[in-house]
């Protein structure tokens, strides 16, 4: 105790601050309990339906659960910006995360597949107009971290954008997922996304041109130094977000959307066919780790069954091996 009190000392001495007084302090303040430090009372009233069906608050409480995923993920990747630039390890460890965290998400996501009743998910998401899950600005994050923007380009405008970072962040593929089916003109809730972040989003690219995930792993790669668990690890995490996470929400739009003879738009107005297929959009972080075999086949039933399998002998050689 009494070494404990020293070293209490030396460092309250070092921030010009009075031991005594916090000790003291320490008499008066209240035992700190479960909920008060996890604010629950505040957390359980986020919830702000706008309609009085029951099933809007299953789909409010797991949007904002998908955001704290992603929250999860951004504080690996701000650790890994803090860390050394030319060793593995820390790739390894915040990538291996990563990967949990998406795995986990896609595999919830039963919960708006299955959790709610579809005549009232149809009657209750009029009243959200024209919010939209599009407009998840922590997911651009994500994106602009784990690569560049040329990765992240419109199909269609691939190998027809110049270098300039500006003329690239207008050419992004999401900035034409969100443009009206019917006139092709930009959407209300595209307008309100670029109204509030594009110019965030912006300089966070910026800032992230010789940093994101991507520039490390190709500097591992130039220097013979990306070992194949890393390798795996980074295709694994292009699969989890770019297929597996992109198809879930496909196939809920689906569900709930697609109904006989016609189907209904998505709350943003966008034509969800188009833009949410990842073998439409041809999305890889890590393009230098696939072969133009699999980038033809992105996404496709062919590629994931073929994945699969080489997932499962590479785990099966390293179980052998180990």
């Not at 996890?38 to 904002?64: A, G, S």
């Not at 292009?238 to 992109?246: G, S």
């Amino acid at each position: 105790m009494e070494d404990k009190l020293e070293a209490l000392r030396r460092k309250y001495r070092l921030l010009g601050q009075d031991i005594e007084a916090y000790l003291e302090g320490l008499l008066y303040s209240r035992s700190l309990t479960y909920w008060d430090y996890i604010e629950l009372d505040t957390l359980l009233t986020l919830q702000k339906p706008r309609t009085d069906f029951p099933d809007e608050n299953i789909f409010i409480v797991y949007h904002q659960i998908t955001e704290l995923y992603f929250k999860l993920v951004k504080i690996e990747l701000d650790l890994l910006l803090q860390e050394s630039w030319r060793e593995e390890p820390p790739l390894l460890k915040r990538l291996s995360r990563i990967a949990s965290y998406f795995r986990h998400l896609t595999h919830s996501f039963e919960i708006m597949l299955h959790g709610m009743e579809s005549p009232n998910f149809l009657r209750f998401r009029t009243a959200l107009l024209p919010a939209s899950g599009f407009q998840s600005v922590q997911f651009r994050e994500i994106e602009l971290y784990m690569t560049g923007l040329r990765q992240l380009l419109a199909p269609h405008k691939r190998g027809l954008v110049g270098e300039g970072i500006e003329e690239q962040y207008n050419h992004l593929y999401w900035k034409y997922g969100n443009l009206d089916a019917r006139t092709g003109e930009k959407t209300l809730t595209l307008r309100l996304f670029e109204q509030k972040y594009d110019a965030y989003l912006l300089d966070l690219a910026k800032s992230l041109v010789s940093k994101n995930v991507n520039c490390r792993i190709e500097d591992l790669l130039s220097r013979g130094q990306a070992s194949d668990a890393l390798i795996n690890l980074c295709r694994e995490v292009d699969v989890q977000i770019n297929i597996h996470w992109r198809m879930v929400h496909l196939r809920t739009a689906a569900h709930y959307l697609k109904r006989d003879p016609h189907t209904l738009p998505s709350t943003g107005g966008t034509n969800w066919q188009k833009y949410l297929p990842p073998y439409q959009q041809h999305i890889q972080f890590f393009p230098s780790l696939w072969s133009e075999e699999e980038k033809k086949e992105w996404g496709r039933g062919s590629f994931i069954e073929r994945y699969e399998k080489e997932v499962e002998a590479y785990w099966r050689m390293r179980s052998a091996t180990a």
